[in-house]
């Protein structure tokens, strides 16, 4: 079963602008993580926020994370059109550590050159 | 670096056959896991290796499949007797040792597309 759930499920947006996509989970994590995938590719990681940290950033990413809440954002600035791809979060649970990741159902993200 | 390395990367198969999946970790990483996703949706975890030992199992892994990694490096995934519902991508992914509470980068290969006919 999917723990967590993307929203939206589906965005387009022109290049150069930023992209917001969020995610919800249900149970208590050790980690989240946000993954990209390229359409019929694998899976990239970009980036891992810990249960304790409520935000981190990576180049054009930014990460918030909302444990209260059970929610996660991603924030992709200053999009181009590579950044075309499917992006899921991914989250761990503290009686398995990082054993088994639980993926959400995933946010298409389309830029529009 | 080679990364993880899945063949074969695509298989056509026919209902009743037996397939089989091969993934060679990152050399350094002794764990591996496998991931099944079907269109639209997120990977779902199937089961994971630490070296050897297959560790855990998901409900996902019917009696049908069976994975294998036995020398602690590359693991092979078989489906016996497949059917239409096995088509899918199967993932694989590595990665190091963890500590308590530390997060850890798990990598995954380009996945294995399934297609029972």
């Known amino acids: 079963s999917q723990q967590g759930e993307e929203d939206p499920q589906a965005l387009s947006i022109q290049e150069g602008e930023n992209a917001t996509m969020n995610c919800s989970y249900k149970?208590?994590?050790?980690?989240l993580q946000w993954y990209r995938q390229n359409s019929g590719r694998g899976l990239v990681h970009l980036i891992l926020i810990r249960s304790n940290e409520r935000e981190k950033h990576s180049g054009r990413l930014r990460v918030t994370l909302d444990t209260s809440k059970k929610s996660s954002s991603l924030l992709i600035t200053a999009s181009r059109a590579a950044d075309t791809a499917s992006y899921f979060c991914a989250t761990d649970s503290p009686n398995f550590g990082n054993e088994k990741l639980t993926f959400g159902t995933g946010t298409r993200l389309t830029i529009i050159p | 670096d080679t990364g993880v390395s899945q063949n074969p990367r695509h298989k056509i198969t026919k209902r009743g056959q037996n397939v089989t999946f091969r993934c060679d970790p990152i050399s350094e990483h002794n764990r591996l896991y496998w991931y099944r996703q079907t269109l639209g949706q997120g990977p779902e975890f199937l089961t994971y290796?630490?070296?050897?030992?297959?560790?855990?199992k998901s409900r996902l892994l019917s009696d049908r499949f069976s994975a294998e990694r036995p020398k602690g490096s590359f693991s092979t995934l078989e489906i016996q007797r497949t059917e239409q519902g096995d088509s899918a991508m199967y993932l694989c992914?590595?990665?190091?040792?963890?500590?308590?509470?530390?997060?850890?980068?798990?990598?995954f290969g380009e996945g294995s597309w399934l297609t029972v006919v």
């Open positions: 290796f630490q070296n050897e030992a297959q560790l855990e």
């Open positions: 149970t208590s994590i050790n980690n």
């Open positions: 992914a590595s990665s190091s040792p963890i500590k308590f509470r530390t997060g850890n980068t798990i990598y």
